[in-house]
C-alpha cells in the first residue's frame, strides 16, 4: 500500500511489487501470491469503510491506486514547494515557499521502514532536499537581517532533524540580536547533548560556527569592576575546572603559550572507561552513569588549576599543569580510587602525553 500510494501517477510494474513484496524467499508461484495479497487488501481496505470500488487496478503488468478515492500526500507537497520556489523569480515569493516547504517537512520518510531499500533512498532524497531548503533559506533571512525568522528556522531545523549542526544557525541569530549569553548557554547545551546522546565531540562545522559567531560578540561599555564580576566563576570552585571543549581548546593554547616564560611542565592525559577485557565501551544506559561518575572522580582527584573536559561517550581529557610524570601516575591511582566501588568490573585506561611548545 505504501509504494502503490507514493506511486501514484507512475504505478508499480508487476515484476518490482513482488520483489519488494517477496525478495529472495523461496516462492514457487509469486504471481499467485501476489494476487492473494492483493485480494486480502481489498477486503480490508473495504471493511475499514471505504467505497467498494476496484482499490487496485492493473494495467498491462503495473499496478495503480484508483483514481476513484484521491489521496493527498505531504511528499508531493514539499516536492511542488521545493520546485515552485526553484523557479520562483521573486525574492519575497521564494523565501514564502521555502519556509512553507521547510514546515511541510516533518521528519525523516516513512521512519519505521527505514530498513527497506526503496525506502531509504527516498528518505535520502527527501532528507537532502530539506536540508538545501533550510540553507537557502537562511541565506536569504541573513542578507535580509531578519534574525528572529532565522532563529525560528534553526529551532525548527534542529528539532526536525537532530544532531545535524541546525544549531549554529540558532546560535547566529542569536548573536545577531546581541542575546550573547544565550548563545553562550545554547552551545553547552547542544555539546552535552551531542555527547549524551551520540558520544560525539563538536563537528568542525559548529567548531567553526562558534569561533566565527564569539569574534562578533561585543559586549556594551563598562567599568573594570563591572567586566571582573562578571569573569568570576559561579559556584564553588572546588577540584579541577570543568569546561566545554572549545574553552578546553583555548586553556590548552594559552597554557603552551605560557610555557616558554614559565618553563612549566603540562600533561595532557585522555582517561577512557574500559569493560572487563580492557576493551573500550561504546553504548548504553551503563555507560552513561559510569561517565558521570568518572567525571565526577576526575575533578575530585585534580587540582583547582587543571582543566577537564568531557570529550566524547566515556572520555574524558584532562590539561595537568606544572606537574611531573611520576605524579601523573599518582593522579591515575587517585581517579581510580574515587571511581571504582568494590568489585567492579569496568575500569579506566589512561594514555598520558606531554605538552610541549611550538
Not at 500510494?5 to 510494474?13: D, I, K, Q, R
Not at 501476489?34 to 477486503?43: D, E, G, P, R, V
Not at 575533578?299 to 574524558?316: P, V
Request: hydrophobic share 35%.
Amino acid at each position: 500500500m505504501q509504494v502503490l500510494l507514493h506511486n501514484l501517477e507512475t504505478g508499480v510494474s508487476r515484476e518490482q511489487l513482488e520483489e519488494l513484496m517477496f525478495g529472495d524467499r523461496d516462492i514457487k508461484n509469486t504471481h499467485h501470491a501476489m494476487q492473494s495479497i492483493i485480494y486480502n487488501a481489498k477486503n480490508k481496505l473495504r471493511k475499514s469503510g471505504l467505497p467498494d470500488v476496484n482499490y487496485i487496478k492493473q494495467e498491462k503488468g503495473v499496478f495503480y491506486w484508483t483514481d476513484e478515492i484521491p489521496v493527498e500526500k505531504d511528499t508531493a507537497e514539499f516536492e511542488r514547494l521545493y520546485e515552485e520556489a526553484a523557479n520562483a523569480k521573486n525574492q519575497d515569493e521564494k523565501l514564502q515557499l521555502l519556509i512553507d516547504a521547510c514546515h511541510c517537512y516533518t521528519g525523516e520518510f516513512l521512519s519505521m521502514y527505514v530498513g527497506i531499500v526503496w525506502v531509504s533512498a527516498e528518505a535520502r532524497r527527501y532528507r537532502m532536499m530539506f536540508y538545501d531548503c533550510v540553507e537557502q533559506t537562511a541565506q536569504i533571512l541573513r542578507e535580509r537581517e531578519d534574525y528572529m525568522q532565522l532563529e525560528k528556522l534553526g529551532r525548527y531545523a534542529s528539532n526536525i532533524a537532530p544532531f545535524a549542526d541546525w544549531e549554529c544557525l540558532t546560535m547566529e541569530a542569536l548573536i545577531g540580536m546581541g542575546r550573547y549569553d544565550e548563545a553562550t548557554e545554547l552551545y553547552s547545551d547542544t555539546v552535552e547533548q551531542y555527547f549524551k546522546e551520540r558520544g560525539i565531540s563538536p563537528s568542525e562545522k559548529m567548531m567553526e560556527s562558534f569561533n566565527r559567531l564569539e569574534s562578533r560578540m561585543t559586549h556594551p561599555r563598562a567599568m573594570l569592576e563591572t567586566i571582573q564580576k562578571k569573569l568570576i566563576e559561579d559556584g564553588e570552585n572546588r577540584g579541577g575546572y570543568v569546561c566545554t571543549y572549545p574553552v578546553f581548546r583555548g586553556i590548552y593554547r594559552m597554557v603552551t603559550r605560557m610555557m616558554a616564560r614559565g618553563g612549566q611542565t603540562v600533561y595532557l592525559m585522555l582517561c577512557t572507561i574500559v569493560d572487563s577485557k580492557g576493551n573500550p565501551m561504546k553504548e548504553g544506559e551503563q555507560l552513561n552513569e559510569l561517565s558521570d561518575r568518572l567525571g565526577d572522580a576526575i575533578r575530585k582527584s585534580i587540582r583547582q588549576g587543571d582543566a577537564i573536559n568531557r570529550y566524547g561517550k566515556g572520555q574524558y581529557l584532562v590539561l595537568l599543569v606544572n606537574i611531573t610524570l611520576e605524579n601523573c601516575a599518582i593522579v591515575q591511582k587517585r581517579i581510580n580510587s574515587n571511581f571504582l566501588i568494590g568489585r567492579q568490573r569496568t575500569g579506566v585506561e589512561y594514555h598520558v602525553s606531554p605538552v610541549e611548545y611550538i
